[in-house]
């Protein structure tokens, strides 16, 4: 029989942190609120979690990175907003932004969630945020709880 590893979607202790842009703060707020939620319901304390606000969805992997290099927290959350406008400078933000997070994961060995909504349209934004389609602030923290449950799992089987 294999052996298989599998997340818990609960607290096992440690710190996480949240690293949520103001750009489109009346997103990545009901962002934020629904990550807070998502974690206090699995059992993080408040006292467990760190929050840091940066001015844009650019600045949020010099921060996260930040926050990684410490070695204190078990995942970081990274929530943003990017809406396509009139220019591609979305798409140039949001490929950068990816890109980054996943090799501060990589490297700093961390689960780093990648909770960056990259919509089309404002409407979609409003929807990926507590609309119709869920809530992506939810979905991240719940992410984190995860990957942070199996990496200790994978680390414990290492011994």
Same mark, same amino acid.
């Given at each position: 029989?294999?052996?298989?590893?599998?997340?818990?979607?609960?607290?096992?202790?440690?710190?996480?942190?949240?690293?949520?842009?103001?750009?489109?703060?009346?997103?990545?707020?009901?962002?934020? &609120?629904? &990550?807070?939620?998502?974690?206090?319901?699995?059992?993080?304390? *408040?006292?467990?979690? *760190?929050?840091?606000?940066?001015?844009?969805?650019?600045?949020?992997?010099?921060?996260? *990175?930040?926050?990684?290099?410490?070695?204190?927290?078990?995942?970081?959350?990274?929530?943003?907003?990017?809406?396509?406008?009139?220019?591609?400078? *979305?798409?140039?933000?949001?490929?950068?932004?990816?890109?980054?997070?996943?090799?501060?994961?990589?490297?700093?060995?961390?689960?780093?969630?990648?909770?960056?909504?990259?919509?089309?349209?404002?409407?979609?934004?409003?929807?990926?945020?507590?609309?119709?389609?869920?809530?992506?602030?939810?979905?991240?923290?719940?992410?984190?709880?995860?990957? &942070?449950?199996?990496?200790?799992?994978?680390?414990?089987? &290492?011994?």
């Amino acid at each position: 029989m294999p052996l298989e590893y599998q997340g818990q979607l609960s607290y096992q202790g440690g710190r996480f942190a949240i690293v949520v842009s103001r750009y489109n703060d009346s997103i990545t707020g009901k962002l934020l &609120a629904g &990550a807070c939620e998502e974690f206090q319901k699995n059992g993080v304390p *408040d006292d467990a979690l *760190d929050i840091a606000h940066v001015p844009g969805a650019w600045e949020l992997p010099l921060i996260a *990175d930040r926050l990684a290099a410490t070695g204190g927290y078990q995942a970081i959350v990274c929530l943003g907003a990017v809406i396509r406008g009139e220019t591609t400078h *979305d798409e140039h933000i949001n490929r950068q932004v990816s890109l980054s997070l996943g090799q501060i994961s990589l490297h700093r060995n961390l689960p780093v969630v990648f909770g960056v909504l990259t919509c089309n349209s404002l409407e979609q934004a409003i929807h990926r945020s507590g609309g119709n389609v869920g809530n992506k602030g939810v979905e991240s923290a719940a992410c984190a709880l995860e990957m &942070a449950s199996l990496v200790q799992q994978l680390h414990d089987s &290492a011994k």
